[in-house]
C-alpha cells in the first residue's frame, strides 16, 4: 500500500481527514499460529467423528436431496445427515483457495486469499446510533448514510451489508432497498446481508449481473459479490440459508460457511470443544456447496467467541475470541481455503470498551492472516448496533494495521547516512534536505487521533475521540460525491427492485 497520503474530500482541510488512498492490504508476516500441526490434525478428525457418528440436521430437502447425491447417509424422518469422513476430505479437493471480486469500479477489484486481507464494514444491525440521536431503530435514511460513509472510507475495501437494517421498509422487500444502495451509491465490491433464502440470494445475484452488466456465466467466471450463511449451532442447518447456499455456489460466487458458536451457550463451554464443532459445521456447509456445484468457491467462517456466564450475554473481543480467530485460520489453512472473521466489540457505546475488544478482534485478523474480515467498521453493541462514530473509530485502526503491514524500506537513500553526518553530534534533523524532501509523508497521519499537547487541545474545545468521530462522519456525508454509474444502470436496477416489489407478498 503507498504511504502517501492526500485529501479525499473538499471539507479535509476543516476536519482535518486525511486519508491513504484505496489500496489492497497485503500481509507479508508469517502468521501466528497457536496449535501445532499435530493438534490441528486432533480437531479435524475430532470434526469428521462429528459428523460422521452425530452428524447435523438439515432442514432443506434440496439440500439433503444433494447431499444424499454425493454419497451421505440421510435420514428424512429426522432430516439427520451423517458424513463418511472419506467423502468430506474427498469433497474438500478443487476448491478455490483465492478469487476475484469485480467491483463496478475495475480500479477496487480485490483478490481474495493467500496473504490479501478485505476490510468490510458491518452488516445485519437492527439499530443504529451516533452522539446526537442516540441508540435508534435504523431507517432508510440511516442506511444510505452509512453506504456513503462506507464508499467514502478508502481503508474499507467492500461495502460490508448496508450497516443497519432500515425498519422503516418492510421486510420482505427491505433487502432490494439495500442492495440498491449498495450498487448505486458506491462503486466498491459488496457483500448482501440477506442470504437467508434462494429467492433473495437470487435477487442479490440479478442485480449485481445488471450491475456489471453481465449474464449467468459471465458473473460466474467473474464474481462480483461475497456472500455469507451461518449455521444454527449447534449442529443445525435451516432450510433458508441452505437453500441460499446453493443459490450462490451455483451462481459460482463466493460464500463463506460460519458457525456461530458461543462456548458455554451454543457450543461447549471449552474453546477447544468449541473449535471442534465451528469446524464440523463448516464443513458441512463447505460440503453442501460442492455437492450443489463442485468446484465452487465456498470458503471458511469463524465466529466463535464465549459467553459472559454470569448474565448468558454474548461476549466479544476477548482472549478466547482471539484464540478462535487464530486457530480457525490454521484450519482454513489446512484445508486451503480463505477464512473470514470480524472485528468485534460487547461495547453499547464507542468508549474504551469498544477501543480495546476492537483491538483485540482486529490484531488477531491481522495476525492469523483472515483474509475476509466482516463487520470491521462499525459494529457495536455485540453486533445489535451500527454506529456512525464506531466506523470512524475502526477506519483509524485499520488504517494504522494498513500501515504497520507496510515492508520497510531499508533503501540506500532512505538510511539517511548524508543527514547523519551533515547534522552530526547534538543537532537536530528538521531543517535538513533528507528531511524536508519527505516531511508530508514520512510518517502515519491519523484519522482521528489528537496529537496535540494539551494546551492546544484545551483551547480548541476539549473534544474527545469520539465527539472527534461525530464531526468527521459528519463532514464526509455534506462532501458525499456519488461515484459515475451509467444511468441506464441505474434505472435498470430501480426497476428490477420495483418489479420485484410487485411480485414478493408483503
Given at each position: 500500500?503507498?504511504?502517501?497520503?492526500?485529501?479525499?474530500?473538499?471539507?479535509?482541510?476543516?476536519?482535518?481527514?486525511?486519508?491513504?488512498?484505496?489500496?489492497?492490504?497485503?500481509?507479508?508476516?508469517?502468521?501466528?499460529?497457536?496449535?501445532?500441526?499435530?493438534?490441528?490434525?486432533?480437531?479435524?478428525?475430532?470434526?469428521?467423528?462429528?459428523?460422521?457418528?452425530?452428524?447435523?440436521?438439515?432442514?432443506?430437502?434440496?439440500?439433503?436431496?444433494?447431499?444424499?447425491?454425493?454419497?451421505?447417509?440421510?435420514?428424512?424422518?429426522?432430516?439427520?445427515?451423517?458424513?463418511?469422513?472419506?467423502?468430506?476430505?474427498?469433497?474438500?479437493?478443487?476448491?478455490?483457495?483465492?478469487?476475484?471480486?469485480?467491483?463496478?469500479?475495475?480500479?477496487?477489484?480485490?483478490?481474495?486469499?493467500?496473504?490479501?486481507?478485505?476490510?468490510?464494514?458491518?452488516?445485519?444491525?437492527?439499530?443504529?446510533?451516533?452522539?446526537?440521536?442516540?441508540?435508534?431503530?435504523?431507517?432508510?435514511?440511516?442506511?444510505?448514510?452509512?453506504?456513503?460513509?462506507?464508499?467514502?472510507?478508502?481503508?474499507?475495501?467492500?461495502?460490508?451489508?448496508?450497516?443497519?437494517?432500515?425498519?422503516?421498509?418492510?421486510?420482505?422487500?427491505?433487502?432490494?432497498?439495500?442492495?440498491?444502495?449498495?450498487?448505486?451509491?458506491?462503486?466498491?465490491?459488496?457483500?448482501?446481508?440477506?442470504?437467508?433464502?434462494?429467492?433473495?440470494?437470487?435477487?442479490?445475484?440479478?442485480?449485481?449481473?445488471?450491475?456489471?452488466?453481465?449474464?449467468?456465466?459471465?458473473?460466474?467466471?467473474?464474481?462480483?459479490?461475497?456472500?455469507?450463511?451461518?449455521?444454527?449451532?449447534?449442529?443445525?442447518?435451516?432450510?433458508?440459508?441452505?437453500?441460499?447456499?446453493?443459490?450462490?455456489?451455483?451462481?459460482?460466487?463466493?460464500?463463506?460457511?460460519?458457525?456461530?458458536?458461543?462456548?458455554?451457550?451454543?457450543?461447549?463451554?471449552?474453546?477447544?470443544?468449541?473449535?471442534?464443532?465451528?469446524?464440523?459445521?463448516?464443513?458441512?456447509?463447505?460440503?453442501?456447496?460442492?455437492?450443489?456445484?463442485?468446484?465452487?468457491?465456498?470458503?471458511?467462517?469463524?465466529?466463535?467467541?464465549?459467553?459472559?456466564?454470569?448474565?448468558?450475554?454474548?461476549?466479544?473481543?476477548?482472549?478466547?475470541?482471539?484464540?478462535?480467530?487464530?486457530?480457525?485460520?490454521?484450519?482454513?489453512?489446512?484445508?486451503?481455503?480463505?477464512?473470514?472473521?470480524?472485528?468485534?466489540?460487547?461495547?453499547?457505546?464507542?468508549?474504551?470498551?469498544?477501543?480495546?475488544?476492537?483491538?483485540?478482534?482486529?490484531?488477531?485478523?491481522?495476525?492469523?492472516?483472515?483474509?475476509?474480515?466482516?463487520?470491521?467498521?462499525?459494529?457495536?453493541?455485540?453486533?445489535?448496533?451500527?454506529?456512525?462514530?464506531?466506523?470512524?473509530?475502526?477506519?483509524?485502526?485499520?488504517?494504522?494495521?494498513a500501515a504497520f503491514l507496510e515492508p520497510l524500506d531499508l533503501s540506500e537513500n532512505t538510511l539517511g547516512l548524508d543527514a547523519i553526518a551533515e547534522v552530526g553530534p547534538a543537532g537536530h534533523f528538521f531543517g535538513t534536505s533528507h528531511t524536508l524532501e519527505r516531511y508530508e509523508d514520512a510518517f502515519y497521519r491519523p484519522i482521528l487521533s489528537d496529537w496535540r499537547n494539551f494546551e492546544s487541545w484545551h483551547e480548541d474545545g476539549e473534544k474527545t475521540a469520539t465527539q472527534r468521530a461525530n464531526a468527521i462522519w459528519k463532514q464526509l456525508?455534506?462532501?458525499?460525491?456519488?461515484?459515475?454509474?451509467?444511468?441506464?444502470?441505474?434505472?435498470?436496477?430501480?426497476?428490477?427492485?420495483?418489479?420485484?416489489?410487485?411480485?414478493?407478498?408483503?
Open positions: 500500500m503507498s504511504r502517501r497520503l492526500r485529501p479525499t474530500s473538499r471539507g479535509s482541510r476543516e476536519t482535518g481527514f486525511v486519508q491513504p488512498p484505496f489500496a489492497a492490504v497485503k500481509n507479508p508476516m508469517a502468521p501466528l499460529e497457536p496449535i501445532s500441526s499435530d493438534q490441528v490434525e486432533v480437531i479435524h478428525h475430532a470434526s469428521l467423528n462429528i459428523l460422521r457418528d452425530v452428524g447435523i440436521k438439515v432442514d432443506s430437502k434440496i439440500a439433503r436431496k444433494l447431499l444424499h447425491e454425493a454419497g451421505a447417509d440421510i435420514d428424512d424422518d429426522t432430516a439427520r445427515v451423517r458424513f463418511d469422513p472419506g467423502m468430506v476430505e474427498d469433497m474438500l479437493i478443487g476448491i478455490p483457495s483465492e478469487f476475484t471480486i469485480h467491483a463496478r469500479n475495475p480500479d477496487k477489484t480485490l483478490t481474495v486469499g493467500k496473504n490479501a486481507m478485505i476490510f468490510a464494514t458491518v452488516c445485519g444491525p437492527s439499530f443504529v446510533s451516533d452522539i446526537d440521536q442516540g441508540r435508534r431503530q435504523g431507517t432508510r435514511e440511516d442506511m444510505r448514510n452509512f453506504v456513503k460513509l462506507a464508499g467514502m472510507l478508502n481503508i474499507f475495501h467492500h461495502e460490508g451489508g448496508s450497516g443497519c437494517e432500515p425498519m422503516d421498509l418492510p421486510p420482505e422487500t427491505r433487502h432490494l432497498d439495500m442492495m440498491l444502495a449498495q450498487t448505486t451509491l458506491t462503486d466498491k465490491g459488496w457483500q448482501p446481508c440477506w442470504l437467508n433464502s434462494a429467492e433473495r440470494a437470487r435477487d442479490c445475484i440479478e442485480m449485481a449481473k445488471i450491475a456489471l452488466q453481465t449474464d449467468d456465466e459471465g458473473l460466474r467466471n467473474k464474481p462480483g459479490i461475497i456472500g455469507g450463511i451461518n449455521t444454527n449451532s449447534p449442529l443445525l442447518l435451516d432450510d433458508s440459508q441452505a437453500e441460499g447456499l446453493i443459490e450462490f455456489a451455483r451462481a459460482g460466487q463466493p460464500i463463506h460457511v460460519t458457525p456461530f458458536t458461543l462456548a458455554g451457550a451454543m457450543s461447549p463451554v471449552t474453546i477447544g470443544g468449541s473449535l471442534v464443532q465451528q469446524n464440523a459445521e463448516a464443513l458441512a456447509g463447505i460440503v453442501l456447496g460442492q455437492a450443489a456445484a463442485i468446484g465452487a468457491p465456498v470458503f471458511y467462517g469463524h465466529f466463535t467467541s464465549n459467553v459472559d456466564m454470569r448474565t448468558g450475554s454474548p461476549a466479544f473481543g476477548t482472549p478466547e475470541y482471539a484464540k478462535s480467530v487464530l486457530v480457525s485460520a490454521q484450519m482454513a489453512r489446512r484445508y486451503g481455503l480463505p477464512i473470514r472473521s470480524s472485528n468485534t466489540t460487547a461495547s453499547a457505546v464507542v468508549d474504551a470498551q469498544a477501543t480495546y475488544e476492537s483491538d483485540m478482534s482486529i490484531n488477531a485478523c491481522i495476525n492469523g492472516h483472515v483474509n475476509v474480515m466482516m463487520h470491521a467498521g462499525g459494529w457495536l453493541e455485540g453486533g445489535l448496533t451500527c454506529s456512525f462514530e464506531k466506523l470512524i473509530l475502526d477506519a483509524e485502526l485499520l488504517q494504522m494495521q456525508l455534506r462532501d458525499y460525491e456519488k461515484p459515475p454509474i451509467d444511468p441506464a444502470i441505474e434505472d435498470e436496477l430501480e426497476a428490477y427492485v420495483a418489479k420485484r416489489k410487485t411480485e414478493i407478498p408483503c
